[in-house]
């Protein structure tokens, strides 16, 4: 079992059952206590977790579990490669500068990027950043700061200094959730700097998230759909949510 998958495993028997015990998770999982208090630490530093001695309690703050890699990696997976097909037509042109977003169906966009098409590409992604580097004509800067479990992004006020002084063509964003009155949303406020931060850079904002995302709102709003320039999302998508979007003059490829 991954590191990620594990530390899903944990949140969600945190949430169901308040309290874990280091003790019994390392024999249930055939892994180290040591290795079980770095996954407690993890949740911890994301607001899920309150380790005590022995194992750890629900955070008193969790009001929604925010699904890890692992989970969201298999949700929806054939929506999420034909929304990034849809995306990859709007990479710009050789020698163009992009930068990537965290998450699934942006990990899907990298498997649409051609091996000859010379790119700037800049991200906070380490699971992205990993697998660009196995494209010869990427070149590629990763964002530091500090990486969240959760998403395996990083965020914090060094990543979003570093943004300052760029200005790329095209963002390709992700999102939680997306209202015409809260915009697009996260669970996480550093989340949602960071997302805040990435879409300030770019000439064009295109977001990619398949039509569950239309479901409901999160906490930190990053975007209002005014900040939308082309929205690509799947054939699930309302006709209320098409026209909710282009009445702010966002563009909806429907895949």
């Given amino acids: 079992m991954y590191a990620a998958e594990r530390q899903q495993l944990l949140a969600e028997r945190l949430q169901a059952d308040g309290r874990l015990s280091v003790v019994d ?4 999982l055939s892994v180290s206590s040591e290795t079980i208090r770095r996954d407690l630490a993890v949740l911890e530093r994301d607001g899920l977790a309150q380790r005590v001695h022995g194992g750890a309690v ?7 579990l925010e699904p890890g890699l692992a989970q969201r990696t298999t949700t929806n ?9 849809a995306a990859a037509d709007l990479l710009p042109a050789e020698n163009g500068s992009i930068v990537l977003d965290a998450g699934t169906t ?7 990027i051609p091996l000859d098409h010379p790119l700037t590409v800049i991200t906070h992604a380490i699971p992205i950043a990993a ?3 196995a494209i010869p004509s990427v070149n590629l800067h990763v964002l530091g700061g500090r990486v969240r479990g959760v998403t395996a992004a990083a965020v914090g006020q060094t990543m979003v200094d570093s943004l300052a002084g760029l200005h790329v063509d095209v963002c390709f964003l992700a999102t939680n959730a997306a209202t015409p009155e809260h915009g697009l949303s996260t669970p996480d406020a550093e989340e949602a700097a960071a997302k805040r931060a990435l879409v300030s850079c770019a000439r064009m904002v295109v977001v990619l998230a398949d039509s569950s995302k239309f479901s409901g709102e999160h906490v930190f709003s990053f975007a209002s759909y005014d900040d939308i ?4 999302t799947d054939d699930g998508i309302s006709a209320d949510d098409v026209a909710a979007l282009e009445a702010h003059k966002v563009k909806v490829v429907v895949t």
């Fill in 77 to 85: 997976a054939d929506q999420k490669e034909r929304i990034a097909r």
């Fill in 131 to 133: 697998k660009l580097t």
């Fill in 229 to 232: 320039d082309v929205f690509v």
């Fill in 58 to 64: 629900a955070s008193r703050a969790l009001t929604i």
């Fill in 106 to 112: 942006i990990s899907h966009l990298v498997d649409q």
């Fill in 25 to 28: 998770l390392a024999e249930e």
